[in-house]
């Protein structure tokens, strides 16, 4: 992201008071009208319907500053209108965007879990937290390659939607296992894909620990 860029945009607020602070103070006069000056702020930016959705949504949820605010509705905008000028719906694209923003997952995970919101949404399934969660259950089975846990979910979910889903789920999973083993690795080293905590381990230390057993190399 351009830091000069956000620079600009901070220009423009009233530097007496954070965005959600001005927001608050708004809404204990009138909610309506806070909301309305709100929505006026996000337009004010210049910017596309995606940043304003995320601008307004974070400044009601105040917990970022001004200029991670800024940053972070930015970016979403773009992971947005990138996703979807690669032929993914609107929906896929903003579940992605959102998910992607927390910089906790790898990309795998944030891309079925946008898969899964994106499936439901299309068999009319009312996209909430409930979704939510369920497509995060979802998303952490299939990064770890858990077929148990898709199992336990068609157990608990009976959704026709899910149950159809989950049962593509297994297929792809069972697939994908199949083609990543290399017969000229039996007995040695296995080339299934890392596991989620895998990944995240890889990320947090790159250059692996040293455990104190471990011989210098060469």
Avoid at 50 to 57: A, H, R, S
Avoid at 167 to 182: G, P
Wanted: proline fraction near 1%; charged fraction near 35%.
């Amino acid at each position: 992201m351009d830091s000069k860029m956000i620079d600009e945009l901070l220009e423009k607020a009233d530097n007496r008071y954070s965005i959600a602070e001005r927001y608050k103070r708004w809404k204990i006069t009138d909610k309506k009208l806070a909301n309305d000056n709100l929505k006026r702020l996000a337009k004010s930016y210049e910017n596309d319907e995606f940043f304003e959705e995320y601008f307004i949504e974070s400044v009601k949820e105040n917990y970022l500053s001004d200029r991670e605010l800024l940053e972070d509705a930015m970016n979403y905008s773009e992971i947005c209108k990138s996703e979807i000028a690669s032929g993914k719906s609107v929906c896929y694209a903003k579940h992605y965007a959102e998910i992607k923003l927390c910089h906790e997952f790898e990309d795998e995970y944030c891309r079925l879990l946008a898969e899964v919101c994106d499936f439901a949404v299309n068999q009319g399934v009312k996209d909430d937290i409930a979704l939510f969660s369920v497509a995060s259950a979802c998303a952490e089975a299939y990064v770890n390659e858990r077929i148990s846990d898709l199992s336990h979910l068609k157990e608990i979910y009976k959704a026709d939607w899910l149950q159809e889903y989950l049962s593509k789920l297994q297929d792809r999973i069972m697939r994908e296992q199949e083609t990543e083993v290399d017969p000229s690795t039996f007995g040695t080293l296995s080339s299934r894909r890392k596991t989620h905590e895998e990944a995240i381990w890889d990320m947090m230390y790159p250059d692996g620990i040293d455990d104190g057993f471990s011989l210098p190399e060469d």
